[in-house]
């Protein structure tokens, strides 16, 4: 009896462990893609994004863009205060009207294969129904963020 129960723990445990090597986690996976696809313009040595905001055009000359070297500075651009930054500029626009992929969708890998895999799992990451192009306040013909995209 005690041997079964045993084998049956090990079984849910080695299941439960397997269900969980496939999550995708902001330390295994985005920081890591992060680093590798943007720190070229985006590392601890970019501003922030409040920094960047106050001097857009005088960064972008640059070729600076806002820090994404910690998990706060992510959220900034995915949450608030520029909430659906990083959705528009790395969509690869299946999803627009116009089809038309974000600015930095490019910089996502080296070819068309290798920027689809990385934008699945930046997608897995951000979570179902959590990858949309929403700004904070309404622009346009796209409305506000609502509190069930949030």
Request: one cysteine or more; hydrophobic letters at 35%; aromatic letters at 6%.
């Amino acid at each position: 009896m005690h041997k079964t129960k045993g084998i049956l723990l090990l079984a849910v445990a080695l299941a439960s462990g397997a269900a969980g090597a496939s999550e995708v986690t902001y330390r295994n996976d985005i920081a890591p893609l992060i680093q590798r696809q943007c720190f070229e313009c985006h590392d601890g040595n970019s501003p922030s994004i409040v920094q960047f905001k106050t001097d857009e055009d005088g960064y972008k000359k640059k070729k600076v863009g806002p820090r994404l070297d910690t998990y706060a500075d992510l959220s900034d651009l995915i949450v608030w205060p520029d909430t659906g930054a990083m959705m528009r500029r790395l969509d690869d626009g299946s999803g627009t009207p116009d089809r038309k992929p974000g600015n930095m969708y490019k910089h996502l890998g080296e070819t068309e294969p290798e920027r689809q895999a990385n934008l699945a799992t930046l997608k897995a990451w951000i979570g179902e129904g959590g990858w949309n192009l929403n700004r904070w306040q309404k622009r346009g013909d796209v409305p506000a963020i609502t509190k069930e995209q949030l």
